[in-house]
Structures are given as structure tokens and as C-alpha cells.
């Protein structure tokens, strides 16, 4: 190893091991790995003097492959890092660290056009390595410090949570659910952001029991899908839905409803016959209920997506994309598809204010859902900022925690009733 690679400071070492005798708080670890030699000792030098342990200072990927190779050598827990390195870069870190369960966080310093570090950053997500700053150069060392050490994280290396198992779903515990009529829809209300009405619900699958939520609601559809139940249980919540919508219209409240079903289902006749059959036992126009389908699904054979995605519609239900923007859409398929609605993904969503490219990415989605003819939804609008972005960037409707969070049916029925003129004060 070069001598000047790695920088363990003798002191360094024995006033730790003097210390490790105290039940002191511990200490932030930080290797710093940055080309140029004077940065990094600058940078270093103030990390010690904010009171971190500096392990190692290297200059190249090299140098910290070298680290990784030393017999039960501990990681640190934030790794310092620029980005481009004379035989490497950090990419190249990431993705060999991604696989410890121990990866220390990284932290960023770099004079790298702001994509590359947007990349860089992105990567680290990707990764799911953890993230404990960026400062682009220049900077002064005492700055980067004192970012660094703002961390909370910084004691800890990155360790994967301990997550107990959770044992897979039987056949018999499904059918159970769906027996005891434990599966029910929740309800979330949309809003009309021209009148402020709500205009309808999106029925979201739960597990609940009189002592709380069962099952999430991922593992539930998962498991559904398994052992071939999905279309069971999902004409189940529509037969809950539909006797909700039906109940706000005697009531004189004009709310629609929508189910999430899967592609699978779609394909099934029996199961779209089924559907028409649970609306007309309780009278309802179909084109309160709306079908949401994902983009995943509905990026899959034209042919078949065509097939039964016309026929829902035949039927006289309305079509919805649903989680729009984070799978493949073709634009000649998705205007080929006879969708009334668009639902654009919450990731779009959130932080919207802070971010003009997913401004950008949400008013082209508003044009696009126009121009073909959809209402368009903003899902999971949580604050009055994100609710100012969606309106100007043309969307029609919204639906999110700002508005209200998704409610067992009865309870959204009275949530309703108590809006003055279905109209939601926002
Ligand atoms: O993919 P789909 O849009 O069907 O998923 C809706 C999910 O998103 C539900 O589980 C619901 O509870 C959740 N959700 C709805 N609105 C919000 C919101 O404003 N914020 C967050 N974080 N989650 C939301
Ligand atoms: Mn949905």
C-alpha cells in the first residue's frame, strides 16, 4: 500500500483507545476520499477539529478497495467522497458498497456539473445507500464539517434494519378475511379544484379487524394474486363501492368511485360480467364507477389491453391510468387506449414547489391527459404549496392527506355529509 494512500494518525488511534474505555457518546467515522491531496487533508484536518474520527484519507478508488480488503476492517459511518477519481469514480463506490449491509452514508463534495451530481445522488438512493450531504466545490473545509457533522445519522453505519419476516399469507387466512367481510374498501376523496367539490373516492383496499389494520395493503394484493384470488376479493370492494356510491346518491350526494383492477381481472369476462352485475343489483349507472388500471398494465399487448380495456368500457364504466409516469408509456399506446382519466403519480407530487423539473414533468402531463380527452388527477397533494403547482400546472383534480386520508366507508359517508354543499374549505 502507499504510504501516502492511507493516513491513519497515530494520536489519532490512542486517544481513541483511551477513550473506548469511557462510555463516551460515539464518534462520527469518516474516510475522506478526495483526488486532489491538499483538499482532502484540509478537509481532514477540519473534520478532526469539529470532532470526528478521521480513519482514512485517500486520493483514488484504489485507495478504498484497499480498505475494503483489509481483514475485518470496519466501515465507517459516512464516507466523504468526490466524485471523479483518476483510475474511477464514485458510481463505481456506490455500487460496490450497495451490497454491505454495514455501507457507511455518503457524503458529497464535487465540482461536477449539478447532473452529474444529481446522477450521483440518484444512484446513491437507487442504492439505497443513505445520504448525508452534498457541497459542490469550492468550499471551504471548515463549511463541509460542519454540513457533514448536521447529519443525524452520522454515528451509525448504514445497518439494514432488522425486519422480522413476515410469514407469507395461506390460502385459508385469505379466504377468512374475505369471509368474515374483514376485506373493505377505504375510501379517499377527489376534488374538483374549479368548484372545490368532491367529486368522488378512490376505494383502497384494507385488511381491517375491530383491532386495527390487518394486513398492508401490498402484501395483501400480492398474496390475493398468489393463490388466485384477486378477482374475488376485488369484486368484493366493488360490491362495497358500489353500495357507498349508491347510498350518497339517495342521499342526494353526487359522488363517483373507483376500483383498482388488475389487468388480470380485466382479461377474465366472467369477472367484468360480474362487475356490471354487482352495479345493476344495486341500480347504478355504471359511469359512477371508474376502473383503474396501471400504467405497468396498460403498457402490456395492445391487443389484449385494447380488448379488455374496451370492453369496461362498453360496459359503461370509465377507464383511469393510474400511477401515470413510473413505467414505460408509449404515447401511440396510451392514445390508443380509451382512458377518461389520468392519475399522475404521487412521486411527481410531492416536494413539487422545490422542484422545477417535476413541474415541468406534471404540466406536460396535464397537457398530454388534455389533449387526449382525461380529466387529470394529483395524487397525493399534501401541503397548499403542492395544491398552488397542481392547479397551475392545469390539473383538474386532486386527491391526497391535504384533502382528507383514505376513511372506512361509514365514516367517509358522515365526512361527507358534514361538507356544506359537497364542498371542501381548502
Ligand atoms: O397506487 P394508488 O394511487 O392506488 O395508491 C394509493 C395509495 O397512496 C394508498 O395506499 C393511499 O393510502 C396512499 N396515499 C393517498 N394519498 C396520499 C398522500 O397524500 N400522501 C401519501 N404519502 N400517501 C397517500
Ligand atoms: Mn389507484
Redesign the pocket.
Known sequence: MHSDAVMLGAAEAAQAAAMAELPAAPRCTVWVAVPEPELAEAIAQALRQAGARVDAVVHDVLGIKRLLMQPRCPLPSVLLTGLRFPDGDAFQLMRLLARRADAPAFFVVSRQQRAVIKAATTLASVCGLALAGVIELPAQPEAIARDLLAYPGRHAPAVAPATAPQPELERHELLALLDRDVLQP?M?PKLRLATGEIIGF?A?MRAHDADGVVVM?DRLVAALQRHQLLDQATLHMARRTVEFVATCLQEGMAVSASI?VSMQSLSNVAFCQELAAAVDHVQLDPSWITI?I?ETDAMADLASVIENTGRIRMLGFNLAI??FGTAYSSFFQLSRIPFSEL?I??AF??SLGEDRGKQGIVKACAMLGASLGMHVVA????TAEELAQVRAAGCTEV????VS??MPAPQALDWLRALPEQRFPL
Open positions: 377505504w379517499q378512490e383502497l395493503p383498482n383503474e396501471t393510474d400511477d392519475k403519480e404521487r407530487i410531492t395524487e397525493g397533494v399534501e386527491q391526497g392527506y391535504l386520508r383514505p
